[in-house]
């Protein structure tokens, strides 16, 4: 139950954000997102496309595949997360699942797990060990478990709260905030 107001808490929060915060954190954070992809040389990637007041990647997406990338966005298709590649950001994609843009499911444009270096995940909550709360249904949970690649997160500084996560949950590797790049404790 714990986790459950904890999301609802902080999904309203963030509903509320002035879209001049989503912006300007959204920015710091992809730049930050930016340098360790480049550091850690990761060239196929895998974004989300944000809604609700998530952290915004199209400024890390256009600038990914403008230096020629191998990016991907999710498509959820039965309950699972399908990485699917695209060449451009804008008008790549069409609302899907839960009014979430998705890219065209199309076969030859399916990514396979291993076919991706990193993957920055959406989050309602972090906590300083790298688990996450998403919305409720461990989707990621279930995609993160047999993936080999980087784990990255993308949240607010203020959705870093602490939480006890349970067995099933899958952590990420480091956390990207405005202010701060959290590597996971062991
Ligand atoms: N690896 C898994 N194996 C089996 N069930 C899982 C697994 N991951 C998640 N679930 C199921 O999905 C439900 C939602 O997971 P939860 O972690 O609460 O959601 P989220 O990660 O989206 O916040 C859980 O109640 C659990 O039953
Ligand atoms: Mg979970």
């Known amino acids: 139950m714990e986790k459950d107001k904890q999301r609802a808490c902080v999904l309203k929060k963030r509903t509320g954000m002035f879209q001049q915060e989503v912006r300007?954190?959204?920015a710091l954070i992809c730049q930050k997102l930016l340098n360790f992809l480049e550091e850690k040389q990761a060239r196929r990637v895998m974004l989300y496309y944000a809604i609700k007041n998530e952290v915004d990647l199209k400024p890390l997406a256009i600038d990914l595949l403008t230096s020629g990338y191998k990016i991907s966005l999710p498509v959820t298709k039965n309950e699972e997360i399908i990485p699917v590649s695209i060449d451009h950001y804008d008008h790549c994609c069409k609302k899907g699942y839960k009014g979430v843009y998705e890219p065209y499911l199309l076969k030859g444009r399916?990514?396979?797990k291993d076919e991706i270096d990193a993957v920055v995940v959406p989050g309602v909550v972090f906590n300083q060990r790298?688990?996450?709360i998403g919305y409720g249904k461990g989707f990621y949970d279930h995609f993160l478990k047999s993936l080999k690649a980087?784990?990255?997160g993308a949240a607010y500084s203020w959705q870093i709260?602490?939480?006890k996560e349970k067995e099933y949950d899958v952590p990420v590797d480091v956390v990207f905030t405005e202010n701060s790049v959290l590597r996971r404790e062991k």
């Open 110 to 112: 399916i990514i396979h």
């Open 24 to 26: 300007v954190k959204s």
């Open 150 to 152: 980087i784990k990255l």
């Open 130 to 132: 790298g688990y996450r």
């Open 161 to 163: 709260i602490n939480f």
